[in-house]
Nanobody
Framework: EVQLVESGGGSVEAGGSLRLSCATS????????IGWFRQGPGQARAGISC????????YYTDSVKGRFTISSDNAKNTVYLQMNNLEPEDTAVYSC???????????????????WGKGTLVTVSS
């Protein structure tokens, strides 16, 4: 059974940092693209970052470039999202997802995810 479990969310002040974790199980970690998505209040869910261990390709949406860093620990089957210089606009539920038949080049991965975690809440106060 494919499982993804997010952790690391919380409340921080603007300018602060958080590291989110996405612990995975039930599939061959290297073969899947793992994406981070977020859904802010009253907003649609949006893909913000992606990584696939097999080729090392990563993707960041413009709004998080230079502030967020995605990484993976193959030994732990876990993907991390280090978020620095957080802004109130980053407030959202953050979810990770996995897709086997996609990669992280371009934005095709946004529609290629097959399994999802339940999400973790990040709140950034001004």
């Amino acid at each position: 059974e494919v499982q993804l479990v997010e952790s690391g969310g919380g409340s921080v002040e603007a300018g602060g940092s958080l590291r989110l974790s996405c612990a995975t199980s039930g599939f061959t970690f290297d073969d899947y693209a793992i994406g981070w998505f977020r859904q802010g209040p009253g907003q649609a869910r949006a893909g913000i970052s992606c990584i696939r261990s097999s080729d090392g390709i990563t993707y960041y949406t413009d709004s998080v470039k230079g502030r967020f860093t995605i990484s993976s620990d193959n030994a732990k089957n876990t993907v991390y999202l280090q978020m620095n210089n957080l802004e109130p606009e980053d407030t959202a539920v953050y979810s990770c997802a996995a897709g086997q038949h996609t990669d992280c080049s371009g934005r095709l991965w946004v529609d290629g995810m097959e399994s999802w975690g339940k999400g973790t809440l990040v709140t950034v106060s001004s």
